[in-house]
């Protein structure tokens, strides 16, 4: 069965990016796209990645925190999978060293990970915090995730985020907004077709909190009062996101 790819790699995330005199730190993700092997369920995935866990503790050398995402509200003839696999870390050399890690000594792990699992394609992928939340990550918590695709609009750079995100954080703000916020730009493994220039992802705290923002935004259209927008996004997917490894870089 065909899986079309995402190049997703948290939300939800865990990077500490911030704007400091116009500089962006930029981290590193990698995402995995996934289906169940026949007769598997997530159940058989969690168990491989608590030895999986077991194993990073003993043989990671770099901070590195992972989640699972399963699918809320997404539409299975755009994405037929079952779950994604995000994994954080300081730099795209600390994934490539913790992905070296794994290969030198995880081989068993690996392959109890393709007898429950059929994954299509692994990247890398940039990660830019817009907005961080204002609730901390919870080691083995759950939350939610929206993700489009987006493109800057025509006569838009790179060069007019910084403003545009201050007015929309001082937006979100005012709306009572608590979740992060985060472009994840597709790097190494990315699909040659890719039609979109990044991701955007938000964080919330339930379904409730999600839809009460999506009913914010359409009160905000017809009342005139939101930002601009400076890029042009398709309509947004809905995870559920499971910490299953925390290691956040200090």
Same mark, same amino acid.
């Given at each position: ?55 990073? @503790?003993?043989? &990671?050398?770099?901070?590195?925190? =992972?989640?699972? $995402?399963?699918? +809320?509200? !997404?539409?299975?003839? /755009? %994405? @037929?999978?079952? &779950?994604?696999?995000?994994?954080? =870390?300081?730099? $795209?050399?600390? +994934?490539? !060293?913790?992905?070296? /890690? %794994? ?148």
């Amino acid at each position: 069965m065909k899986i079309k790819i995402i190049y997703i790699a948290i939300i939800v995330a865990i990077s500490n990016l911030s704007y400091a005199d116009d500089h962006i730190e930029i981290t590193g993700m990698t995402a995995l796209q996934c289906q169940f092997e026949e007769g598997k369920d997530m159940d058989d995935v969690m168990k491989v990645l608590d030895e999986w866990n077991e194993y990073a @503790d003993e043989n &990671f050398r770099e901070d590195f925190s =992972a989640w699972v $995402l399963t699918p +809320v509200f !997404v539409s299975s003839n /755009d %994405f @037929d999978l079952d &779950f994604v696999f995000l994994g954080f =870390a300081d730099s $795209l050399r600390s +994934v490539g !060293v913790v992905e070296d /890690d %794994f290969r030198n000594g995880g081989q068993k792990i690996g392959e109890k990970w393709e007898k429950v699992t059929n994954c299509a394609g692994q990247s890398l992928n940039f990660n830019v915090t817009v907005r961080e939340p204002k609730n901390p990550w919870v080691d083995g918590g759950t939350n939610y995730t929206s993700i489009q695709s987006c493109s800057l609009k025509e006569g838009k750079t790179n060069d007019d985020f910084t403003a545009n995100d201050m007015r929309w954080s001082k937006y979100l703000d005012e709306g009572g907004f608590e979740g992060g916020v985060w472009r994840w730009w597709p790097e190494t493994g990315s699909s040659i077709d890719t039609d979109f220039d990044y991701l955007l992802a938000a964080s919330f705290s339930s379904i409730g909190e999600y839809g009460s923002a999506r009913d914010n935004r359409l009160e905000a259209m017809m009342a005139g009062t939101r930002p601009e927008e400076i890029h042009d996004c398709n309509t947004p997917r809905l995870y559920q996101s499971t910490n299953v490894r925390l290691r956040l870089a200090q």
